[in-house]
């Protein structure tokens, strides 16, 4: 049989073609699988870069909130320090006016007490007068002192007399006639360190007054007695000898 018959070389391009087809779908498949094994790592490495930018992008809030936190955390603490200063400065302003109101008081009352007096000693450091316009009235201030160690408190009555001539002849007019007979009993006092007690007293008609007399009657202890020139007592300055 010759070969070179048609019907042979048909059939083996028949064969060739099918070996070409069978070889065409071999390497398609290949091409394919190979795309599709890319494209899953592609998109493998896709998820694995989202999940990485997620898991950082979670712990930059986390410390954006820590750090918020202990921002206003810092801010609190600022506030409280500034309000804690505040108070503070009042606190030593008012400690700052309240030494400064006890010096001035402790240099009133030196000036008051004096380098003589003795020690626990009640006494009347001065009295000042103050007429009443059209009238024999006169408003009057007395300042007592003591200097009792320790600030003890004394308490008693104060009366005042006044001598002077009436009808050409001395007189005396006690506190009842000065005050008034509500006033017999004298007025109190009670103090520490130092009192003014204030009060009133009217001169009767046809009285010319010389000499202005306190006495002072505390509950435990003696009596004491100052006397003081009228026109002295007039100008407010005069100490009791």
């Given at each position: 049989m010759n070969d070179s018959s048609p019907k042979p070389r048909l059939f083996r391009?028949?064969?060739?073609?099918?070996?070409?087809?069978?070889?065409?779908?071999?390497?398609?498949?290949?091409?394919?699988?190979?795309?599709?094994?890319g494209l899953g790592v592609l998109a493998g490495h896709r998820a694995a870069v989202s999940k990485g930018s997620a898991?950082?992008?979670?712990?930059?809030?986390?410390?954006?909130?820590?750090?918020?936190?202990?921002?206003?955390?810092?801010?609190?603490?600022?506030?409280?320090?500034?309000?804690?200063?505040?108070?503070?400065?009042?606190?030593?302003?008012?400690?700052?006016?309240?030494?400064?109101?006890?010096?001035?008081?402790?240099?009133?009352?030196?000036?008051?007490?004096?380098?003589?007096t003795q020690p626990g000693a009640l006494a009347v450091h001065g009295i000042a007068l103050k007429p009443i316009a059209r009238t024999r009235a006169y408003n009057f201030a007395v300042t007592l002192t003591q200097s009792a160690e320790g600030g003890k408190q004394i308490q008693g009555k104060l009366m005042i007399a006044v001598e002077g001539i009436r009808a050409d002849k001395l007189a005396v007019l006690d506190w009842s006639e000065l005050g008034g007979p509500a006033a017999s009993d004298g007025?109190?006092?009670?103090?520490?360190?130092?009192?003014?007690?204030?009060?009133?007293?009217?001169?009767?008609?046809?009285?010319?007054?010389?000499?202005?007399?306190?006495?002072?009657?505390?509950?435990?202890?003696?009596?004491?007695?100052?006397?003081?020139?009228?026109?002295?007592?007039?100008?407010g300055a005069g100490a009791m000898p």
């Open positions: 391009l028949r064969v060739f073609i099918a070996q070409r087809r069978r070889a065409l779908a071999g390497l398609l498949a290949a091409v394919v699988l190979l795309g599709v094994f898991a950082r992008a979670f712990a930059l809030a986390r410390r954006n909130e820590d750090l918020q936190n202990q921002l206003a955390i810092l801010q609190r603490d600022r506030q409280v320090s500034q309000i804690a200063d505040r108070v503070l400065q009042r606190n030593l302003t008012g400690r700052d006016e309240e030494i400064r109101s006890l010096r001035a008081d402790q240099a009133f009352y030196s000036k008051l007490v004096g380098a003589d007025l109190p006092f009670a103090f520490k360190y130092f009192q003014q007690v204030q009060g009133t007293l009217m001169l009767p008609g046809g009285f010319t007054p010389n000499r202005i007399r306190v006495t002072l009657e505390p509950q435990d202890g003696a009596a004491v007695t100052r006397s003081l020139p009228w026109s002295q007592a007039l100008e």
